[in-house]
Every structure is written in C-alpha cells, then in structure tokens.
C-alpha cells in the first residue's frame, strides 16, 4: 500500500468507499464499522472523517453508488424496441442485481437516517433513477396513458419487483430459490401489464 501522504483526499475517498462496500458486500450493513474500514485502508478513524462528515454520510455516498451500479446494470441490458418481453427481462436483470449484489442492495433499505434528519437532495435523486428507468420503458409502449398515470404504474412495477426481490433474499440462494422467484418475477410483470394495457383501453 502507498504512504499515506501519497493519496489526495479525493483517492481516500475512493478507498474509503471501496473497503466499505466490500465489508458490506461480504458480510453484510451490520458488519460495517469506522474502524474496520480504517484497518483495511490502512488509515486512522480520523482520516475517515476528513472526507465524510459522520457514518450516515459515508452510507448514503454507499447507497448513492449501489444505486448508480444496479441503474448501469439495467441500462447495459435493456432491450430495444420495449415490448412485454423487454419488460420482463428488464424486471429478471434487477433480480439478478439483487442476488448478486444481496448485501450492498438490502443495506438500500436497512440503513435509515434519524427521523430528525432530512434526506439530502442529492441522495434523493439517485433513488428515482431506477423509477424512471422503467418509467421510460412504460413512455415507449406508445401508450395513451397520461404522464401522471405512467409515474404512478412505474413506481408501483418498481415497488412489485422489489417486493419479489425481498422474498427472495430471505431464504438461502439455491437454484431452486432463485428459479421460482424468476416464475413469480415473470407472471408479476406479465398480470401488472395486462391490468396497465387494460386501463388504457377502458380510458378510450
């Protein structure tokens, strides 16, 4: 490992950052401490606090970039032209996300700020990306649903698929697990737009 005097705050951020997400990835949002970390960087508690202002900063920026990854990961996959089957494998790559990356996405919802603490702007738009990455999957059917009524379905899919996503991680990750889980994915998808295409033809 370098000298410390020859990283920026800028590069202990990164390494901040990495070894957290690494903690986490292996043993999960409860086994993440300040100390931990600074033992795997080789760096002191307080140079920790130099580059975030306390542990909730540090696990918002931690979010922040798994919600960045699981957005890239459904970008790289997604199919042209959206039809239902473009939906659905859109809807099977966030399941996979979810197994693969199962301590980063759960710490999403575990961690919680203090009631008495708002939720940063910044942070905030880093959660609505994936509700628009569906939203703009719904905006290609063509459909004669209004801009309201098409937010509304896409964070409902959203809320649905990451109901699926939860039930899954509950129980151990065998093939079998993860296989009846992608049936429930499918048919969810599959009932949510029928009901979606069907309000639209009861709107005309």
């Known amino acids: 490992m370098a000298r410390r005097s020859e990283h920026s705050q800028a590069e202990i951020k990164t390494m901040v950052l990495e070894a957290a997400e690494e903690i986490v990835h292996e043993q999960g949002f409860s086994a993440l401490k300040v100390r931990k970390i600074a033992a795997d960087i080789g760096y002191t508690v307080g140079s920790i606090y130099m580059v975030f202002s306390n542990m909730n900063d540090l696990h918002l920026h931690i979010k922040a970039r798994t919600w960045q ?5 459904l970008q790289t996959q997604e199919q ?82 990451q109901g699926v996503c939860v039930h899954l991680l509950v129980k151990p990750a065998s093939p079998d697990n993860i296989a009846l889980a992608k049936a429930d994915m499918l048919f969810l998808v599959e009932c949510f737009m029928c009901g979606f295409l069907k309000l639209e033809q009861g709107a005309d």
């Open 69 to 73: 990854k699981l957005c890239a990961h």
């Open 80 to 161: 042209h032209p959206v039809t239902l089957a473009s939906i659905e494998a859109s809807a099977l790559d966030y399941l996979d996300f979810t197994v693969l990356n199962k301590g980063l996405w759960c710490m999403l919802f575990e961690h919680q700020l203090p009631i008495t603490e708002m939720m940063p702007d910044w942070y905030l738009q880093e959660t609505a990306q994936p509700i628009d990455f569906f939203e703009q999957l719904l905006k290609q059917l063509h459909s004669s649903h209004t801009e309201k009524q098409i937010q509304q379905a896409a964070q409902s899919l959203l809320q649905a698929v």
